[in-house]
């Protein structure tokens, strides 16, 4: 089926291991999203891509690092993992981000835990 | 303060209730707004869009008020399945970089 799919869908790793979470849309969307979701925050935008190469900083972008090679994938990496990124992970896909009637499509999330 | 503020709730309403909860924001130049729901442990999901002159779908209402600088989310005769969290977004411009999720309000619908 089409969507926006992410793996792993858990995974637990240790302080300072390099992790990279996978996100996969097939619907050829322009833009793409990386959100984390802890207690208290909501969902707080790490990355987004505008398209493919074009990626940009969102609101807590530090530890992290991303690449949009092809527009159906959105890794994101998390290069020296500290236990304060232990969190819930939501990938999203949208066609544009202006105007009233765009809508984002989040896969289902990925739940990390740094030991 | 927050640029996007919900009551967390729980909001414990029985089924067949009306409930309505606000969500203020801080950015007067916020040109795009949201409703989202988020079943417990699931990805969110678009419930509605709010327009400037008010919206319904079915039993939900979504209002934008922008001189007081909040959006609305009415549900009349609710059910249990509307148990869930609702989250505002707000989006400041064309822009991914200022898209805005509150911290979502838990309701919860009893017998």
């Known amino acids: 089926d089409a969507g926006i799919t992410q793996s792993p869908r858990y995974k637990i790793t240790e302080t300072g291991r390099q992790v990279t979470l996978m996100c996969h849309q097939t619907?050829?969307?322009?833009?793409m999203f990386w959100y984390r979701q802890d207690l208290g925050h909501g969902l707080r935008l790490i990355y987004y891509s505008a398209a493919a190469d074009i990626t940009d900083k969102g609101e807590v972008p530090d530890g992290y690092v991303v690449s949009r090679s092809k527009t159906e994938n959105f890794p994101l990496t998390l290069e020296s993992a500290t236990r304060s990124q232990t969190s819930v992970y939501f990938c999203?896909?949208?066609?544009?981000?202006?105007?009233?009637?765009?809508?984002?499509?989040f896969g289902p999330g990925t739940r990390l835990t740094v030991t | 303060r927050k640029e996007v503020e919900q009551d967390p709730g729980p909001f414990n309403v029985p089924e067949g209730a009306t409930v309505a909860f606000n969500c203020t924001y801080s950015?007067?130049?916020?040109?795009?707004f949201f409703w989202y729901r988020q079943d417990c442990r699931k990805e969110p999901k678009l419930l509605m869009s709010v327009y400037s002159s008010g919206n319904e779908d079915g039993r939900f209402t979504a209002q934008l008020n922008r001189a007081s600088q909040y959006i609305s989310l009415l549900i009349r005769d609710s059910k249990l399945s509307d148990s869930a969290t609702y989250l505002c977004?707000?989006?400041?411009?064309?822009?991914?970089?200022?898209?805005?999720f509150g911290s979502g309000t838990r309701l919860s619908i009893r017998p």
């Open positions: 999203a896909s949208s066609e544009s981000v202006g105007g009233a009637s765009y809508e984002q499509y």
């Open positions: 950015n007067s130049a916020s040109q795009s």
């Open positions: 619907w050829s969307h322009s833009y």
């Open positions: 977004v707000v989006n400041g411009r064309s822009s991914a970089s200022k898209i805005i």
